[in-house]
């Protein structure tokens, strides 16, 4: 089966570190991934795109780098801050072009 | 722009009860979706519609049914609730771009 997966064990870094992300799909090639922010009681917040043909693309403070060899995507904050912590996570376009999302991972950046 | 308005944002149902969730968007945008959230499970779609009066099942619709006969209104119902429906709820809207906008969600329980 078409599967997207995410590191489910929370994320713990120091503030001012790079804060690093995986997204890993098996079984399918997708055309491009999403990620997403999303806080507690509040719904996902659409953040990046990267298409299959793309290696990196960035966005201020965040970047996301997409490996069709490994089956990967990546998704980097640096110079990280408290007011990042949330869960982040990644989606895929299915077939009726409605999103299939990995389980995310929670980040949590301390002071 | 409002976004994506659901209501209510939180409700509490007897088993065999029926109730509708309603989800709004003021975007002009074809493409809709629900989504529940469960600790665990991560968000699974329910139903999509990729325009009025077009709608489809998604991974988990049993229990579910929805109707599309505006552009700005996808509400979803429920037709006789089970605790197993007890989850967060989530509207989600999509455009001419490929990111999704979310509603704030429902947070629903069945007794």
């Known amino acids: 089966s078409q599967k997207i997966e995410q590191n489910s064990e929370a994320l713990n870094i120091q503030e001012g570190k790079t804060a690093t992300l995986t997204c890993n799909y098996t079984?399918?090639?997708?055309?491009?991934l999403q990620w997403y922010r999303q806080d507690p009681g509040r719904g996902p917040v659409f953040l990046l795109l990267?298409?299959?043909?793309?290696k990196e693309k960035r966005k201020e403070r965040l970047k996301v780098t997409f490996d069709t060899t490994l089956k990967q995507s990546l998704f980097h904050i640096t110079a990280s801050q408290p007011a990042d912590s949330a869960t982040y996570l990644c989606?895929?376009?299915?077939?009726?072009?409605?999103?299939?999302f990995g389980g995310g991972t929670r980040l949590m950046v301390k002071p | 722009n409002a976004g994506v308005t659901q209501t209510p944002k939180f409700q509490v149902l007897k088993t065999g009860q029926s109730m509708t969730l309603q989800c709004a968007q003021d975007?002009?945008?074809?493409?809709m979706s629900w989504y529940r959230q469960d600790p665990g499970m991560g968000l699974r779609l329910i139903h999509y519609?990729?325009?009025?009066?077009?709608?489809d099942q998604g991974e988990v619709p049993n229990g579910y049914n929805v109707s599309r006969s505006t552009t700005e209104d996808f509400p979803l119902r429920l037709l006789s609730a089970a605790p197993s429906q007890t989850s967060v709820y989530f509207c989600?809207?999509?455009?001419?771009?490929?990111?999704?906008?979310f509603g704030s969600g429902t947070r629903l329980t069945v007794v």
């Open positions: 989600a809207s999509r455009g001419a771009g490929y990111g999704y906008t």
């Open positions: 079984n399918y090639s997708p055309a491009y």
């Open positions: 990267i298409r299959e043909n793309e």
């Open positions: 989606a895929r376009i299915n077939a009726g072009n409605m999103l299939t």
């Open positions: 975007m002009n945008h074809e493409y």
């Open positions: 519609s990729v325009g009025a009066g077009i709608t």
